[in-house]
């Protein structure tokens, strides 16, 4: 194991009764790293969580975390992590910043360390102005950030973030989202599971997507992107009205299926395809098309993601 590798996934496998839920899963974490792991409903994302996690016994292959394995050595690995979404015993008649004191007695911190340790997290998680309000009064994603404040109490080097931000709204999304950037910042190692590309995109390191209990892809997002192959064409139209119009030219131009959503044509361009593109614009301009944005770009996540896992699930 290199100095820096936090987590080890070595050839894991879970079958219920007939059904194989995860099938020879293999992946290292480094230190530092926000690593996501994606995929549909079913494909099996929790359950490698769960085996990561030392809530099943995975049939075959290892999980180590920070070298002691999840196994034969599982209070030890249990030490190494904290895990959100575990809060239920969360007191909703006492405040946040009661909680957090309760939390960090029961790490065995004394009742001033206790203290110091909610304040600090009460201010990095944004909470301080409704720390002494009962949780009654939080929103959903002030819930979330308590949830996620509470299980740093004990400074864990490892966390585990099971869907995150399901269920928030965008703005809330994005408060979670440089919490969970501010953690790795301090030196943490996060594995999320999501089901949003948005997110895995946005704050993953690397990504594993599993379909259907295997592994079919990781890397950067970018890798992914770029297997999918093929750069995309966006065009913004000005005007809504000349919009049809701006699709029908792409696609007699282009000879490419053109995708529109809201204003903007999206087209993943083949090799052939590129030199076209002056073309596209030319005749935008002489029908009278002004065009508000233009670009030739990756393509996003959800290419990848159907890509690979199409048809399978
Ligand atoms: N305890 C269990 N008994 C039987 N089958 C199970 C059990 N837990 C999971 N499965 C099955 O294993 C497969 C993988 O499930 P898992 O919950 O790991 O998927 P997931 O990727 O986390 O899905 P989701 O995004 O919906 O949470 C599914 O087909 C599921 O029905």
């Not at 099938?23 to 995929?39: A, P, W």
């Not at 997290?121 to 409704?130: A, G, R, V």
């Not at 030219?249 to 999206?266: C, G, S």
């Amino acid at each position: 194991m290199s100095d820096d590798t936090v987590i080890k996934v070595m050839n894991i496998k879970k079958q219920f009764r007939n059904k194989v839920a995860v099938n020879d899963v293999s992946f290292d974490i480094k230190k530092g790293e926000i690593f996501g792991l994606l995929g549909p409903n079913g494909a099996g994302k929790t359950t490698i969580l769960r085996m990561m996690t030392t809530l099943l016994r995975q049939d075959a292959g290892k999980v180590s975390l920070n070298g002691f394995d999840t196994l034969t050595q599982s209070r030890l690995a249990r030490q190494q992590f904290s895990i959100t979404g575990q809060t239920a015993a969360i007191d909703q008649d006492l405040t946040a910043r009661e909680n957090l004191m309760i939390f960090g007695k029961l790490n065995g911190l004394n009742r001033t360390a206790a203290l110091s340790r909610a304040t600090e997290l009460l201010t990095d998680f944004d909470l301080t102005n409704s720390a002494d309000q009962t949780l009654a009064t939080f929103s959903g994603g002030m819930r979330r950030r308590l949830d996620l404040a509470i299980s740093l109490i004990g400074k864990p080097t490892i966390l585990f973030l099971d869907e995150p931000t399901t269920g928030l709204d965008p703005r809330t999304r994005m408060q979670m989202w440089h919490a969970i950037q501010k953690l790795v910042a301090g030196g943490s190692t996060v594995l999320l599971t999501t089901q949003y590309l948005e997110e895995a995109d946005h704050l993953a390191d690397r990504i594993a997507l599993i379909d259907h209990g295997k592994m079919v892809a990781m890397g950067t997002p970018s890798e992914l992107k770029k297997q999918v192959g093929g750069m995309q064409l966006r065009i913004e139209v000005a005007d809504s009205q000349q919009f049809d119009q701006a699709q029908t030219i792409a696609q007699a131009t282009l000879r490419l299926p053109v995708n529109v959503n809201d204003r903007i044509l999206t087209v993943l361009l083949d090799p052939t395809s590129m030199s076209q593109v002056p073309h596209v614009l030319q005749q935008l301009q002489s029908s009278k098309i002004p065009i508000s944005n233009f670009a030739i770009e990756t393509p996003p996540l959800d290419d990848v993601f159907l890509k690979m896992t199409a048809g399978k699930n």
